[in-house]
Protein backbone atom coordinates (compact mmCIF):
# COMPACT_ATOMS: atom_id res chain seq x y z
CA UNK A 1 0.00 0.00 0.00
CA UNK A 2 2.76 2.29 0.62
CA UNK A 3 4.31 1.83 -2.50
CA UNK A 4 0.62 2.84 -4.09
CA UNK A 5 0.94 6.12 -2.38
CA UNK A 6 4.89 6.93 -3.50
CA UNK A 7 3.80 6.33 -6.88
CA UNK A 8 0.48 8.56 -6.56
CA UNK A 9 3.36 11.22 -5.13
CA UNK A 10 5.62 10.69 -7.92
CA UNK A 11 3.06 11.28 -10.51
CA UNK A 12 1.75 14.33 -8.37
CA UNK A 13 5.20 16.05 -8.39
CA UNK A 14 6.22 15.32 -11.61
CA UNK A 15 2.72 16.83 -12.42
CA UNK A 16 3.43 19.98 -10.84
CA UNK A 17 6.18 20.32 -11.80
CA UNK A 18 5.35 20.07 -15.37
CA UNK A 19 2.64 22.74 -14.60
CA UNK A 20 5.37 25.30 -12.98
CA UNK A 21 7.66 24.49 -16.12
CA UNK A 22 5.19 25.27 -18.56
CA UNK A 23 3.72 28.57 -16.65
CA UNK A 24 7.69 29.68 -16.94
CA UNK A 25 7.57 29.33 -20.36
CA UNK A 26 11.43 28.96 -20.63
CA UNK A 27 11.29 25.78 -22.74
CA UNK A 28 11.13 27.19 -26.21
CA UNK A 29 11.68 23.60 -27.51
CA UNK A 30 8.98 21.71 -25.33
CA UNK A 31 12.08 19.57 -24.49
CA UNK A 32 11.82 19.49 -21.17
CA UNK A 33 7.97 19.35 -21.01
CA UNK A 34 8.20 16.21 -22.88
CA UNK A 35 10.35 14.41 -20.64
CA UNK A 36 8.25 15.42 -17.92
CA UNK A 37 4.86 14.55 -19.55
CA UNK A 38 6.70 11.20 -20.20
CA UNK A 39 8.03 10.08 -16.54
CA UNK A 40 4.75 11.42 -15.65
CA UNK A 41 3.00 8.17 -17.85
CA UNK A 42 5.53 6.00 -16.52
CA UNK A 43 4.73 6.56 -13.01
CA UNK A 44 1.08 6.63 -13.49
CA UNK A 45 1.49 3.47 -14.96
CA UNK A 46 3.51 1.80 -12.16
CA UNK A 47 0.90 3.03 -9.82
CA UNK A 48 -1.71 1.25 -11.69
CA UNK A 49 0.15 -2.00 -12.15
CA UNK A 50 0.60 -1.59 -8.29
CA UNK A 51 -2.86 -1.29 -7.59
CA UNK A 52 -4.23 -4.03 -10.14
CA UNK A 53 -1.49 -6.24 -8.40
CA UNK A 54 -3.02 -5.36 -4.21
CA UNK A 55 -6.30 -6.15 -5.80
CA UNK A 56 -5.66 -9.31 -7.24
CA UNK A 57 -4.01 -10.13 -3.56
CA UNK A 58 -6.48 -8.96 -1.83
CA UNK A 59 -8.98 -11.01 -3.85
CA UNK A 60 -7.27 -14.01 -3.18
CA UNK A 61 -6.36 -14.99 -6.97
CA UNK A 62 -2.95 -15.61 -7.16
Same mark, same amino acid.
Given at each position: ???????? &???????? %????????? %???? &?????????????????????????????? &???
Amino acid at each position: MILIFAAA &GATLYVLV %KGVVNMAQQ %KDIT &GQRSQQLMRQRVLYQAVAIVLVVLFLLMAS &GKH
